[in-house]
């Protein structure tokens, strides 16, 4: 019986390699010198002072990089009236403007790290400031500073979905409408391993070599060919451990470009390790919406229409995944578990001097849970209703599945007033009352909150996902080529449980590679929560070719007509006798013969859940304690609960550390970042999120073999919602009408001190 995961012995002993564990010969390190201003134009560097410093190799600025291209960053979609997308570009490293505090500006190369760092902080630049913007809603004000001359009033895209005539037709007709403005505030990942890269390039081979943290080769290998120039072919990302991902590991960042650049100029590896401040200042971050929702109602409650205006903060430039994560990964669940087919969003995309946004785990569904979720349950309470009784009103029967929603999207399968019936049992929602009773009496608030979510889970950027399954080594073990990167999500065990379930292998003979100097595959990066579902389907197709590959093969080795040979618990037999030759033996005895190299592609399903929280609040400290917490999700097929489990308490964790703590804060005048460390930005802590029930109620799909759904980013769709419904359910019991996240201590204090 297999304990824990295969990758757990090698974690949890150190024995994982990270970026910064690797090293080439004769490697210089890097140092990169970042603007201390929002926004200003560069008059001058002198590089003299630094080059002059000991141990120096090269210093490069923005003129040195001119051959390499802008940062990728596209989007398959118009805009309301055909607009395009604008994308200003973005440099390696800055030019003629810096356009955020943190933006890299210079390249320092020496032959020690704190030598490279001692001459960084030796470089002289000369600045001219411009005033800056910070947010969205004032970013597109008349008359703001723009970002970039070429993006007019710091709008990139007007982007729309849904049928605006539709649904203003059913405003109109509506018995009752109920607005709310809901701010989904911006968050920084923080993932434990900084960003770092070790950069090579092999002339004789005309290779590039990126050891580097990333989420999928296949994505980032992609995004280097559009920067250097050269097919992607010539280009190989490299990387064992990841240590975090969430999203911001998914695209290329300008470092790595710069890096490549000067490994190739300099004629020797060029190795960069970040700072956690660096994570602060210049990694991607995420959220920063500003959602304005409303519902239409008939006379009987029933939803009839909803619409959404939307503004997303961007930062300076722009992210490869930042324009779609903000449009298409937010209306791909327009109107949530809701039969409401007259729904519309208006979303505009603008920039900031801010760092760019992108993924963060939910990548765009956690904005549209949230935007609907608080809105449906500020309308059962404005209505003084029941909200899972309001939300079944509206639900979409399962007997309606395939069902297409307003924005076009066809939901799969699902079960939505099953999934709330079995968490409202959970939760004993009847038993609130008494609760809220008794919390009273010891001078405490206690407030429920509730979500019925749905996400889309990944469809992938890549035409397919390729494999390979190869036999190596004198003992048997199989190792498996797969392109989705392995970040904490437990891959090495749930594909070799896969793999291991057709050909009857042992789970420990199992090894997983997906990102090496040796191989090229395409396909997808790890996101969307689409891991097992799409590449675990490809691998279980694979591992079923393997198998009737092996028939002749067999059939030859025991003598035997094909026709005669079963296979059965990892062996080859001849049917009737106890003759028999088992996979791993007839792999060593043909070598390389059983190998096999496969290609498939699986798309998106949805995901869905009802998640139910009951927090109470100490009037005295704004201190606030999950009491309860009950989720209920609909994964489909399962391969490991274990691993799901650990996926959906982490989900949790960080939809609760964005309610209760994070939130990244700019200066509004100087445009500074005044969060750039764990002093002024409070991540999550093990025990904030206590006395979990975790339940299952799965509806497999049809559209993959495996039935799975994905169930990566559930947990954070669904607590965001549900959490600071019950937040704010509490507040509202001491008459506090409107409140934002994140709910700190001292913000919750504040609401509840009596107004003048």
Request: charged share 20%.
């Amino acid at each position: 019986m297999l304990k824990g995961r295969l990758e757990d012995q090698r974690m949890l002993t150190g024995r994982g390699r990270y970026v910064s564990d690797w090293n080439l010969p004769g490697q210089a390190y890097a140092y990169f010198v970042r603007s201390d201003r929002a926004h200003a134009e560069i008059l001058s560097i002198d590089k003299a002072p630094a080059l002059q410093s000991p141990g120096v190799v090269a210093v490069l600025t923005g003129d040195d990089i001119a051959s390499l291209k802008s940062l990728p960053a596209a989007l398959p979609a118009k805009g309301r009236g055909g607009m395009e997308l604008i994308n200003p570009g973005r440099p390696a490293l800055a030019q003629r403007r810096v356009r955020f505090a943190g933006d890299a500006l210079a390249m320092v190369v020496a032959d020690t790290a704190a030598a490279a760092q001692d001459a960084g902080e030796r470089l002289a630049v000369e600045y001219r400031d411009r005033p800056a913007v910070v947010s969205a809603r004032e970013a597109l004000a008349k008359g703001a500073p723009l970002v970039h001359d070429a993006v007019p009033g710091n709008l990139v895209l007007d982007y729309e979905s849904g049928d605006e005539s539709k649904t203003r037709t059913a405003f109109e007709n509506a018995a009752r409408v109920i607005k709310l403005t809901v701010d989904i505030s911006r968050v920084v990942a923080n993932p434990m391993e900084p960003r770092a890269c070790l950069a090579a390039y092999l002339a004789g081979e005309g290779m590039y070599h990126l050891y580097t943290c990333t989420q999928g080769a296949t994505n980032m290998r992609n995004q280097l060919s559009a920067v250097l120039g050269v097919p992607p072919e010539k280009i190989r990302v490299i990387a064992d451990e990841v240590g975090g991902g969430f999203g911001v590991r998914f695209n290329l960042y300008p470092e790595y470009c710069a890096a490549l650049l000067a490994a190739k100029q300099l004629g020797r590896p060029v190795k960069w390790t970040g700072t956690r401040s660096e994570v602060f200042l210049a990694d991607e971050q995420a959220r920063d919406v500003l959602s304005h929702g409303e519902l239409a109602l008939d006379a009987a409650g029933r939803i009839t229409g909803m619409r959404f205006d939307m503004l997303a903060n961007l930062g300076a430039y722009l992210a490869p995944t930042g324009p779609f994560i903000n449009t298409i990964g937010v209306v791909n669940c327009l109107s949530g578990v809701y039969d409401v087919q007259a729904a519309y969003a208006r979303i505009r995309l603008t920039l900031t001097n801010t760092a760019p946004l992108a993924a963060y785990r939910g990548a765009g569904r956690p904005v549209m849970s949230y935007a609907i979720e608080r809105l449906v349950e500020h309308a059962a309470n404005e209505l003084g209703v029941d909200p899972a009784q309001f939300r079944r009103k509206s639900f979409i029967p399962r007997s309606a599945f395939p069902y297409r929603i307003a924005a076009g999207y066809e939901y799969d399968s699902g079960d939505f007033s099953g999934v709330l019936d079995q968490a409202l049992a959970a939760a004993d929602w009847n038993g609130f009352a008494a609760r809220k009773a008794e919390a009273a009496k010891q001078g405490r608030l206690r407030g429920r909150g509730m979500s019925t979510y749905i996400e889309a889970t990944g469809a992938g950027f890549a035409p397919q996902d390729q494999v390979e399954l190869r036999w190596e080594g004198e003992e048997g073990g199989l190792t498996i080529y797969a392109p989705t990167h392995n970040h904490g999500q437990g891959h090495e065990t749930t594909f070799a449980q896969v793999v291991s379930g057709v050909i009857g292998v042992p789970m420990e003979s199992v090894r997983l590679r997906t990102a090496g100097p040796d191989f090229y595959l395409v396909g997808n990066a790890t996101g969307g929560s689409r891991s097992l579902l799409a590449v675990g389907s490809v691998l279980l197709l694979a591992a079923r070719e393997m198998v009737k590959k092996g028939l002749p093969l067999a059939a030859e080795q025991l003598e035997a007509a094909e026709a005669d040979i079963e296979f059965s618990q990892g062996s080859y037999r001849i049917k009737g006798t106890d003759r028999a030759i088992s996979m791993q033996n007839l792999a060593r005895s043909r070598e390389g013969e059983l190998d096999i190299a496969y290609a498939n592609k699986f798309g998106a399903t949805f995901p869905n859940g009802c998640h139910i929280a009951e927090v109470e609040i100490d009037r005295e400290t704004g201190e606030t304690e999950i009491a309860s917490y009950v989720a209920c999700d609909d994964a489909g097929h399962i391969i490991n609960h274990q691993i799901v489990e650990g996926q959906v308490q982490g989900g949790l964790t960080q939809g609760a550390g964005q309610v209760f703590s994070e939130l990244a804060v700019y200066d509004r005048e100087t445009g500074q970042l005044l969060t750039g460390s764990f002093m002024d930005y409070a991540m999550p802590r093990a025990g904030l999120v206590e006395r979990i029930q975790l339940l299952e109620h799965p509806v497999p799909t049809k559209l993959n073999p495996l039935g799975a759904k994905g169930v990566g980013e559930a947990g954070v769709t669904g607590s965001l919602p549900a959490l600071m419904n019950a937040v704010v359910d509490a507040l509202r019991g001491a008459g506090v009408k409107h409140f934002e996240m994140p709910a700190t201590p001292h913000r919750v204090w504040q609401a509840l001190q009596p107004r003048a």
